[in-house]
């Protein structure tokens, strides 16, 4: 039985969500519609290095979600899986974690997107768990701001050796795309870089001696 991590955006899927689920929110939440320029201004300073992604999602939790119910955005992130996600999915690589939990090894989505977002998808694909940017919610309501750090970079990696522990940590496989999972890849003993995204049945192993 094996330990494997999965990375969501540009792994699982073919691109990023966040642009089509932003719009999608705002579509379907009655925001004013200053907010999703807005958004989208923030995700170009995001691209190109202009600003973190812990300051995204902040930004995005503020303009978007803040004041809804948990609820309500549970159920439209549901309705966003079931109509938009589905043609987007990398097949290849959703493929390989449904087999590495057929047999039996601990699979986990390790992903800088929101908990309430990637959720629904660990009971779809029977994963064990996720580790996520975590949202505040207060009296059943979304507070507008993430608690800790957004799931990115080197956080992904401290989070799930402050769970596992190093020496389990160092055994893992793990499966991403981007260049801030090379904490994460370069650490475990088998890390598959997945891309490029025009091509994303191509994957690198980073495997250790």
């Known amino acids: 039985m094996s330990l494997v991590f999965f990375d969501f955006d540009g792994t699982l899927t073919t ?8 719009t999608f929110l705002w579509a379907n939440c009655g ?7 807005s958004i989208f201004l923030s995700l170009m300073k995001l691209k190109l290095h202009l600003t973190s992604n812990h300051v995204f999602k902040e930004q995005f939790m503020r303009r978007l979600v803040q004041g809804e119910s948990k609820k309500g955005i549970e159920s439209l992130t ?5 109509t938009q996600l589905e043609p987007i999915l990398n097949r290849a690589v959703v493929r390989l974690l449904l087999e590495h939990v057929e047999q039996g090894d601990d699979v986990y989505l390790v992903s800088s997107n929101f908990d309430f977002f990637l959720r629904p ?3 779809r694909w029977n994963v064990k768990g996720i580790f996520a940017t975590q949202t505040e919610v207060r ?7 993430i608690l ?4 990115d970079g080197k956080e992904k990696l401290d989070r799930v050796i402050a769970c596992f522990g190093e020496r389990r940590t160092r055994e893992a496989v793990a499966y991403a795309d ?3 999972d ?8 088998t890390g598959h870089w997945v891309g490029p995204r025009r091509n994303p049945g191509v994957m690198r192993s980073l495997s250790q001696a």
């Open 182 to 189: 090379c904490f994460l890849l370069e650490y475990v003993k």
């Open 15 to 22: 691109k990023d969500t966040i642009w089509p689920f932003a």
């Open 78 to 82: 549901e309705r966003f899986h079931e």
């Open 121 to 123: 998808l660990q009971e």
């Open 178 to 180: 981007s260049r801030s």
């Open 31 to 37: 925001r004013r519609r200053g907010a999703r320029a």
């Open 148 to 151: 800790g750090q957004a799931c």
């Open 139 to 145: 009296d059943g309501y979304f507070a507008g701001r």
